[in-house]
């Protein structure tokens, strides 16, 4: 009897994340004009309030995995928007600044984007995926032109 119980108990939080969301495993490709998007932050941001988004980075090949509550655990089961965000080297800092160590910390500006800046967040990519329990694969091919 000690022994089923402590299976249910150690059953239960599995595919869940701390506040009881449950998550399922998320993976994929990023392609711009047909190419991999490497290093590349992904969001997965939940349609449901209160619900902490899932993240992820592209490796060199473009695939990502995304984490909510732990390494590779996935993303919230349900409606979520898609963010993608990749930017270049900051500009190197002016020499007056750059001497300041804790001044160039501080005010390190991001680099140019290298994907269209419409991808950067969820409320403007126009990306949304629907997460089912179990495994999902969700490849993005990414169009548009870079602005200066």
Known sequence: ??????????????GCGSSGVPVARVTGKITYLGL??????????PDKPGTIPALGKTD????????????SDG????SCR????????????PEHLA?????????QMPGKPLIPKKYF???????????????????FALEGDLKP
Not at 1 to 14: A, D, E, K, S
Not at 36 to 45: C, R
Not at 75 to 78: E, I, K, L, M, S
């Open 121 to 139: 967040s969820a409320d403007t990519s126009k990306l949304k995926v629907e997460v089912k329990p179990g495994s999902n694969e969700f490849d």
């Open 1 to 14: 009897m000690y022994r089923f119980l402590t299976l249910i108990v150690l059953l239960v939080p599995l």
């Open 75 to 78: 993303a919230p089961v349900g």
């Open 36 to 45: 991999p998007v490497a290093n590349a932050s992904v969001s997965f941001v």
């Open 60 to 71: 060199k090949d473009g695939i990502y995995t995304l984490n909510t509550y732990g390494a």
């Open 82 to 93: 898609v963010a993608i965000s990749l930017t270049g080297p900051p500009p190197p800092l």
């Open 99 to 107: 001497k300041a160590e804790a001044a160039a910390e501080t005010m």
